[in-house]
């Protein structure tokens, strides 16, 4: 059977099949949690600093930074084969400099849920781990048919990651096409160019996918409620309970890592946000 096309990365790259001796790293924190889900715990050789899941199987594993600061000194002398990043998350120029002395650099960009699964075949194909991936798969699949079963009330909201400056994430982002899985339609109603007709494929362009922007009465009166990411940055109930008084619209304070993480944290993020929405505003 021909396996080219499960190991063909976001670039359109085809990788070889890796061999038992692959020494991994993982630039992507909800991609670390991935390997080790897939049964690849042993082969990571570095990770990022906000690589903190799971806990606590993930502490044996050499940092090397962070995801925009990598240190490529620290990097090259841990000799890994294959070096897994993200065109959101790392920084062209940095993955560049890798591509010099590392063979193989995987890219991602999942840009919506179901984009989770050509991910677990990807990684599943490279590193021999197919039958884990298709388990992923499957539970995948069931959460997205369960939650495309309900017919969810439309809502507009503002779903916020920053602040000072603050920003949001705009509708080509995984998190919008995360919340619109119930119905969410997330403001702005713009799709920035990065993303023309699904295409997210241009890096790092912030300032189109994560926008910031500025509250205001008219912004407020389009909204059914506002939600405070708990990442990047750390939102808490205190800043629910002002933004409530301040805004006089719902307010919810949101588990970041299961609305923005995919890999194999998806699962569970669709049983989180179905819950979410149950509840309601």
């Known amino acids: 059977m021909n396996h080219a096309p499960a190991r063909t990365d976001a670039l359109g790259h085809v990788h070889a099949v890796a061999g038992g001796d692959a020494r991994i790293a993982s630039l992507v924190p909800s991609i670390t949690e991935l390997?080790?889900?897939?049964?690849?715990?042993?082969?990571?050789?570095?990770?990022t600093g906000f690589c903190i899941h799971p806990e606590p199987?993930?502490?044996?594993?050499?940092?090397?930074?962070?995801?925009?600061?990598?240190?490529?000194?620290?990097?090259r002398a841990l000799a890994p084969t294959h070096?897994?990043?993200?065109?959101?998350?790392?920084?062209?120029?940095?993955?560049?400099?890798?591509?010099?002395?590392?063979?193989?650099?995987?890219?991602?960009?999942?840009c919506a849920p179901e984009d989770n699964v050509p991910l677990y075949r990807l990684l599943g194909a490279i590193f021999g781990r197919e039958p884990q991936a298709d388990a992923l798969v499957t539970s995948l699949e069931t959460e997205l048919d369960a939650i495309g079963r309900t017919a969810w009330p439309a809502r507009r909201v503002l779903y916020a990651i920053w602040q000072d400056p603050w920003m949001t994430v705009s509708r080509g982002t995984y998190i919008s096409r995360m919340l619109a899985r119930v119905n969410w339609e997330t403001w702005p109603a713009e799709t920035p160019e990065a993303c023309v007709d699904g295409d997210c494929s241009r890096p790092n362009a912030t300032g189109?996918?994560?926008?910031?922007?500025?509250?205001?009465?008219?912004?407020?009166?389009?909204?059914?409620?506002?939600?405070?990411?708990?990442?990047?940055?750390?939102?808490?109930?205190?800043?629910?309970?002002?933004?409530?008084?301040?805004?006089?619209?719902?307010?919810?304070?949101?588990?970041?890592?299961?609305?923005?993480?995919?890999?194999?944290?998806?699962?569970?993020?669709?049983?989180?946000?179905?819950?979410?929405?149950?509840?309601?505003?």
């Open 35 to 47: 390997l080790f889900t897939l049964g690849l715990g042993d082969r990571l050789v570095a990770r």
């Open 57 to 75: 199987d993930v502490r044996a594993v050499p940092k090397v930074g962070g995801t925009k600061d990598v240190r490529i000194d620290k990097l």
């Open 83 to 110: 070096v897994i990043v993200n065109i959101d998350e790392n920084r062209r120029e940095t993955v560049d400099e890798i591509r010099t002395f590392v063979p193989h650099v995987i890219v991602t960009h999942p």
């Open 208 to 281: 189109e996918r994560y926008p910031t922007f500025r509250w205001s009465d008219a912004l407020v009166r389009e909204l059914d409620a506002v939600l405070l990411s708990t990442e990047p940055y750390r939102f808490t109930e205190t800043h629910v309970d002002a933004m409530e008084r301040q805004l006089g619209v719902p307010v919810l304070l949101v588990d970041g890592e299961m609305l923005s993480w995919y890999g194999s944290r998806a699962v569970a993020g669709l049983r989180y946000l179905a819950g979410l929405a149950r509840e309601g505003f």
